[in-house]
């Protein structure tokens, strides 16, 4: 069974930085070759952030490029998100997403089956 469950959201100054991570359970990790971040602001769609596939290769939205790392450790089965640098428009609910494989419109939320329940970033300035 997929699990996924996202946790390390929080309110943090502009300029600031926090780490998301999202747990996975060990079938997760080895039938979801492809897992992402997407995030939703209120009254906004929700966007991808970036991805991260079986061989490590990485795909990034260019508003985070530099500022965020998504990384995985699939010995423990989690899925991390590095965030530096944070401004008020990161504010959010941040969910990760897993898919068999990685699509090729990486950024669309509707290519992905499933999904945690999301933690909130907030930015102040």
């Known amino acids: 069974q997929v699990q996924l469950a996202e946790s390390g959201g929080g309110s943090v100054q502009a300029g600031g930085s926090l780490t998301l991570s999202c747990t996975g359970s060990e079938y997760t990790y080895y039938s979801r070759y492809c897992m992402g971040w997407f995030r939703q602001a209120p009254g906004k769609e929700r966007e991808g952030i970036a991805t991260i596939d079986r061989d490590g290769s990485t795909n990034y939205d260019d508003s985070v490029k530099g500022r965020f790392t998504i990384s995985k450790d699939n010995a423990k089965y989690i899925l991390y998100l590095d965030m530096t640098d944070l401004k008020p428009e990161d504010t959010g609910m941040y969910y990760c997403?897993?898919?068999?494989?990685?699509?090729?419109?990486?950024?669309?939320?509707?290519?992905?089956?499933?999904w945690g329940q999301g933690t909130q970033v907030t930015v102040t300035s």
């Open positions: 997403a897993a898919e068999i494989e990685c699509p090729s419109h990486w950024l669309d939320y509707h290519a992905y089956a499933d």
